[in-house]
């Protein structure tokens, strides 16, 4: 009786306004996990040119509201043939991303012990502190600390929302990825309307600490969680969830997807109760390389692109400046990553290595582009930057997915957890290729 009551109350919690509310609810988190993220990018970048112009004998414009890094005003190489900013924007990009890589590579390992209500009060505290220290910042080391406190927000939001997914239907999927879309394309916008409304950085960051509580709101009001879900307990407690009735509770969970058959196909360990062991991790990560491999292989190719290659492909005879040029393709490689992260629900791509080897075709091409520059138009550059976002936000929706999908009950909380650093890692080495391509072709 208490075991069908249980399955009852799952019945419940999957229903159809159920599963809606889970979507959005993870939609949202989503948007709001990476929303910092993004806007720190743009947001420290204005500081921090504010803090070096104070420290220089370079007049500086008579607003204090400064805007997007102009790169025709900064460009110290006029003897070279390109453009080229001073530092390359790979710079900005690593100190975004090694705080998440140190967190996704050291996190999963222990991460169990720590409650889900926990971990979300700790990304939404982090992610204050850094609206709080970069709209504050006296000092260069204040709007750096303040990126890595948003990098760490993001980091571990990432590998948390992604383990908590296979508590819920596999449908939440979609919408963490439509969100985590949405972000780039949401933060942008919301940071240059409200600067070109009139209003100072320091000032729209602090409208933004709204994010954070959205975020709180959205988790524990809008999610419906299973009826012995563990918020504030520690240790395993997707294991104690999968417990005696997990063969009921999946098959509910799956019963849309129509893939009931997978209960039959498991294995006795995925059977198992109890924490995993460290071997078993072990063995977990080796069957999640042909995972991560093509994830990582995908984002280190657009990151190499973004970071690397695009400041450099400037055209003077086209209507847009260097930097309006430069905005627009970051822009609309947000709008490809947002269509593509949202199709989950439509189109699902087995063949992670066919995009893999796309993103490098296109790396490829536009390095040949900056070399020889035998593309014509900034135009051109837009389409294959849309493409490239398609094919980056497709690889990582579908390569969540397939996880969800193949791997066991047991070992699923945590999979879901460890393959998150493919991505991480992609983009730390294209930044750390960046600096030496950039430093190159500026000496050309």
Same mark, same amino acid.
């Given at each position: ?19 809606? #509310? ?9 948007? =709001? ?16 040119? $504010?803090?070096? &112009? ?29 453009? =080229? ?121 602090? !409208? ?9 709101? &959205?988790?524990?009001?809008?999610? *419906?969680?299973?009826?012995?879900? #563990? ?49 078993? $991790? ?6 999640? *390389? ?14 190499? !692109? ?20 430069? #905005? ?17 629900? =439509? ?13 490098? *075709? ?13 593309? &014509? ?43 998150? *650093? ?7 080495? &294209? ?7 950039? $430093?190159?072709? =500026?000496?050309?």
């Amino acid at each position: 009786m208490e075991q069908r009551s249980s399955v009852n109350a799952d019945a419940g919690q999957h229903s159809e306004p159920s599963k809606w #509310r889970n979507w959005s609810g993870f939609w949202l988190i989503g948007l =709001c996990n990476n929303f910092a993220y993004v806007v720190m990018l743009s947001a420290a970048h204005d500081i921090l040119k $504010k803090q070096i &112009s104070d420290n220089t004998t370079v007049p500086t414009p008579a607003s204090d509201d400064l805007r997007t890094l102009d790169f025709s005003v900064t460009n110290s190489s006029n003897s070279s043939r390109y453009d =080229c900013n001073p530092v390359s924007t790979a710079a900005v990009l690593l100190a975004d991303i090694l705080p998440t890589l140190v967190i996704k590579l050291a996190a999963p390992f222990f991460i169990h012990r720590l409650p889900y209500g926990f971990r979300v009060l700790f990304c939404v505290g982090a992610a204050i502190t850094s609206f709080l220290l970069v709209s504050f910042s006296s000092a260069m080391w204040m709007s750096i600390l303040g990126v890595i406190f948003a990098s760490m927000s993001s980091g571990m939001g990432e590998l948390s929302f992604l383990s908590l997914t296979v508590f819920f239907s596999r449908n939440v999927l979609g919408g963490w990825g439509s969100g985590t879309g949405g972000a780039g394309v949401a933060g942008a916008l919301l940071y240059s309307v409200l600067t070109q409304a009139g209003l100072s950085p320091r000032v729209t960051l602090l !409208i933004m600490l709204v994010i954070p509580v959205a975020m709180l709101i &959205s988790y524990f009001s809008l999610l *419906v969680f299973p009826p012995d879900f #563990r918020q504030w307990q520690c240790g395993e407690a997707g294991s104690a969830m999968r417990g005696d009735s997990s063969e009921e509770r999946r098959g509910l969970m799956d019963s849309s997807d129509a893939e009931q058959e997978q209960l039959e196909k498991r294995t006795p360990e995925d059977r198992t109760t109890g924490p995993l062991t460290l071997t078993e $991790k072990l063995h977990v990560i080796k069957s999640l *390389v042909k995972f991560v491999v093509p994830l990582g292989l995908v984002y280190f190719a657009e990151y190499f !692109i973004n970071q690397g290659l695009l400041e450099l492909l400037y055209f003077p005879a086209f209507y847009l400046s260097h930097a309006e040029q430069y #905005r627009w393709y970051q822009t609309l490689y947000q709008v490809g990553v947002l269509v593509s992260r949202s199709s989950l629900c =439509c189109v699902k791509i087995r063949r992670l290595w066919a995009l893999s080897l796309l993103q490098c *075709v296109n790396a490829v091409l536009l390095l040949l582009a900056v070399y020889y520059q035998f593309l &014509s138009s900034a135009g051109l550059v837009f389409a294959i930057v849309l493409y490239e976002g398609l094919l980056g936000g497709a690889a990582y929706v579908n390569t969540f997915y397939y996880i969800s999908k193949e791997t066991g009950d047991r070992q699923r909380e945590f999979a879901m957890a460890a393959a998150s *650093v493919g991505d991480s890692l992609g983009i730390a080495l &294209s930044g750390l290729i960046a600096f030496p391509v950039h $430093k190159y072709f =500026c000496s050309l």
